[in-house]
Nanobody, 122 residues
Framework: QVQLVESGGGLVQTGGSLRLSCAASGRTVSSYVMGWFRQAPGKEREFVAAISRSGGSTISADSVKGRFTISRDNAKNTVFLQLNSLKPEDTAVYYC???????????????WGQGTQVTVSS
């Protein structure tokens, strides 16, 4: 089992940047594919990006391609999501999660963090 804790969220203006971190404890994060999801008020949780165990492969949602970058540091048991060129529609609670394979379906993820709020003002 693994425990996940997100950090790095906050309030930023349109066009700004944030770097989210997801720190893992328990079983090492290198055992899992890691993903980021987000959920805005009144909307379903949606896939943002995921990264393979080694970090050699990534997938991302079309809505964030070219703006968000997922990365990982297995030595530090941490996964990151760099958010650039933020838009008001990126406002959501961002969650990291662990899975056995590169999935986009949140139901395929085994472990979840508590989330961190990202708010983008216009």
């Amino acid at each position: 089992q693994v425990q996940l804790v997100e950090s790095g969220g906050g309030l930023v203006q349109t066009g700004g940047s944030l770097r989210l971190s997801c720190a893992a404890s328990g079983r090492t994060v290198s055992s899992y594919v890691m993903g980021w999801f987000r959920q805005a008020p009144g909307k379903e949780r949606e896939f943002v990006a995921a990264i393979s165990r080694s970090g050699g492969s990534t997938i991302s949602a079309d809505s964030v391609k070219g703006r968000f970058t997922i990365s990982r540091d297995n030595a530090k048991n941490t996964v990151f999501l760099q958010l650039n060129s933020l838009k008001p529609e990126d406002t959501a609670v961002y969650y990291c999660a662990a899975a056995a394979n590169l999935y986009k379906n949140p139901q395929s993820y085994l472990y979840w963090g508590q989330g961190t709020q990202v708010t983008v003002s216009s």
